[in-house]
């Protein structure tokens, strides 16, 4: 985090970027670390979990840290384009997808861990059957057979992927649900209220962008267009702090679910960094009070 990220803030309402960048990135240490080392709960271990978390944790870390990468406009480097910045939207729904797994698995964390493996599985063997339809007489893609076949075998044992689940993925395992159907599944009118309002606020736009649909295409392209040549600079400056600004409160976000769930006597920092962000950026402090706040009470 430095000086180039956050152009479109006034100076006296400018960030100590390297005192930030260090506590976020400890945060981040020391979850990885306590998720790696100091597992709370045998159960979870036994339902797969510890690897999981881990999983989630270093996809969250990596590209919280792309984006910033992408925001970065400080470096000398004239290949380091303004404009970068811009591919950073859909990286952002990276990490808020993971939010809205770990805000689903928080409701019933042993079963849903449960559903989570046994629903990947499903799609795996579902893959695994498309291509032995397509491929499955051409010598070429054997290897690949035999290797995927392994694959599937080892986890439907570690999955504890049931007989009558095995004779009929498709009628047995349930889907993991998408973001958006999440709600569908939840018991909790608070988190019920909480996905909706994610889905709104945050997944609605990054998603766009993703796909491209004519708001998404608007931001994502626009900034190349003749016609906007004037403002062109400055409003890259406000997408570029505003995607930086998106990826610490989504990384602040990830984490507290990761407490919730695996409560590794941490509230106290993620509160301060929670605050210190929230005086900066309203998008923060919003998402704070709606949830974190009472989510990290002491």
Request: proline share 3%; with cysteine; hydrophobic share 40%.
């Amino acid at each position: 985090m430095n000086d180039g990220y956050f152009d479109s803030i006034p100076k006296e309402r400018t960030l100590d970027h390297n005192i930030m960048a260090s506590k976020i990135n400890d945060l981040i240490e020391f979850y990885i670390n306590n998720i790696d080392r100091g597992f709370p709960f045998k159960k979870f271990v036994a339902k797969n979990g510890r690897g999981m978390f881990l999983t989630f944790a270093y996809v969250a870390k990596n590209t919280y840290r792309s984006i910033l990468f992408l925001c970065d406009m400080v470096s000398k480097d004239p290949a380091r384009r303004i404009e970068y910045s811009i591919s950073s939207i859909p990286l952002l729904r990276v990490i808020l997808e993971e939010i809205f797994t770990l805000v689903f698995i928080s409701e019933d964390v042993e079963k849903r861990i449960e559903w989570y493996h046994k629903a990947g599985w499903r799609e795996s063997k579902e893959e695994y059957d498309r291509c032995l339809a397509l491929y499955g007489k051409d010598n070429n893609w054997a290897t690949w057979f035999m290797e995927y076949q392994n694959h599937l075998d080892k986890a439907k044992k570690l999955f504890d992927i049931t007989a009558t689940e095995f004779s009929n993925p498709e009628k047995n395992i349930l889907r993991w649900p998408t973001p958006g159907r999440m709600k569908n599944h939840v018991k909790s009118s608070v988190l019920t209220d909480f996905m909706q309002y994610l889905q709104d606020w945050y997944y609605k736009q990054f998603s766009q962008a993703s796909h491209l649909t004519y708001p998404g295409l608007a931001v994502m392209g626009s900034h190349f267009l003749p016609s906007v040549s004037a403002t062109k600079e400055n409003n890259l400056k406000k997408l570029r702090s505003d995607c930086a600004f998106h990826s610490i409160t989504l990384i602040l976000a990830f984490f507290s679910e990761v407490e919730n769930i695996l409560k590794f006597s941490h509230k106290e920092e993620l509160k301060y960094l929670w605050t210190v962000v929230g005086e900066y950026w309203e998008y923060a402090k919003e998402l704070y009070d709606r949830r974190y706040q009472s989510l990290l009470k002491v």
